[in-house]
């Protein structure tokens, strides 16, 4: 744990060491010596007049949130003793599939030579990128199909609607049917409306798929061309050798990624961590600083009943 839970540790110590009598609260561990009609060396003590006389003094138990608050601190102290454990354990693992995939790229260079090694890896990464793009056009073609589905339901909508408004009314009808179909037109309007508005906003999302269509096109087709001319001047024989290196590479990079994100996921919770143990520290503090002001407080109220009574 980091430089805070030396204080935070002293902190807690002091709020355990005090103790809390059950009747009263001199700091001496016991309950607090009260005037009584006996002393303890059995001569007689003040009246009861007296006793009227004294303010009353109220318990000083301890507040019901120390035992929560210690309690919290304890489990964010282990919480931080465990999450440090792991965020290490994290950084090593990364650290050493880093130094795994740099010392297969160096045997690599020291094999085939650094030029060569540069052209391959160019042209990995090209094809790479051709498959990536190959990904993102299928995604957009699924998306675009979809929404030109969704537009031409929404057409088909609105000629329903349409159909119906245009119903003609019969000379049969008494007022109330008549009222009716008032009514009935009313609501139709408001479901045209907003059928011919679910129109339009399919229509934008057809649209609006078809332009990432397109792009995923033009950007697989730029790719494709230049995979091609990094292809050409690579040999084959060069290809055949590098294809399980960085078939490698390719898995240890996916490693990279897992494990970065587990670094970062622990080094998340030991932030919140750390930040509920110093929460709860100051609580303590807080507390400790209330109970001891209120000992004071008790004191001299005890000091000024003797002293009245003398």
Same mark, same amino acid.
């Given at each position: ?6 204080? *935070?540790? =002293?902190?807690?110590?002091s ?10 609260? /001199? ?17 007689a003590?003040?009246? +009861?007049?007296?006793e ?10 301890p507040?019901?949130?120390v ?11 282990? /919480?931080?003793n ?34 060569? #090694?540069?052209?391959?890896?160019h042209?990995? *990464? ?11 056009l299928?995604?957009?073609?699924? =998306? ?12 088909q909508?609105?000629? %329903?609607?349409? =159909? &119906?408004?245009?119903r ?12 009716? +179909?008032?009514?009935e037109?009313?609501?139709?309007? *408001?479901?045209?409306a907003?059928? #011919? ?27 494709? #061309? ?23 590479? /390719?898995?240890?990079? &996916? ?9 970062e996921?622990?080094a =998340?919770?030991? &932030?919140?961590a750390?930040?509920?143990? %110093? ?8 507390? *400790? ?22």
């Open positions: 744990m980091d430089g805070s839970s030396d204080s *935070s540790t =002293a902190s807690a110590a709020v355990r060491d005090l103790s809390f009598p059950e009747a009263g609260c /001199d700091g001496s561990g016991e309950s607090a010596h009260l005037p009584t009609m006996q002393d303890g060396d059995g001569a003590g003040p009246s +009861r007049r007296g009227e006389d004294r303010p009353e003094t109220p318990p000083c138990d507040p019901e949130e035992e929560g608050l210690l309690a919290t601190m304890n489990q964010a102290s282990e /919480d931080v465990r999450l440090e454990s792991e965020l290490s354990s994290a950084q090593a693992t990364y650290k050493e599939t880093l130094r795994e995939r740099t010392a297969m790229h160096d045997r690599f260079v020291e094999k085939v030579g650094r030029l060569e #090694t540069e052209k391959v890896s042209m990995w *990464s090209a094809q790479e990128c051709v498959g990536a793009l190959r990904h993102e299928q995604e957009a073609a699924v =998306a675009f199909g979809a929404a030109i589905e969704r537009y031409h339901e929404a057409q909508h609105v000629q %329903r609607c349409e =159909a &119906a408004l245009a003609p009314a019969s000379l049969a009808e008494d007022d109330a049917q008549n009222n009716a +179909r008032i009514g037109g009313v609501d139709g309007l *408001s479901r045209f907003a059928a #011919t508005m679910a129109v339009f906003e399919a229509q934008a999302e057809r649209d609006q798929a078809l332009c990432r269509h397109d792009a995923a096109v033009r950007g697989l087709q730029a790719a494709e #061309t230049v995979a091609a001319q990094a292809r050409n001047g690579v040999p084959e024989g060069l290809l055949e050798l590098a294809a399980p290196m960085f078939a490698a590479r /390719d898995e240890l990079n &996916a490693k990279l990624l897992l494990q970065k994100e587990r670094v996921a622990a =998340a919770d030991l &932030a919140r750390k930040t509920n143990y %110093r929460a709860a520290m100051c609580g303590l503090e807080e507390l *400790s600083k209330q109970i001891h002001e209120r000992r004071g407080t008790l004191e001299e109220a005890r000091k000024e009943a003797q002293a009245g009574q003398g």
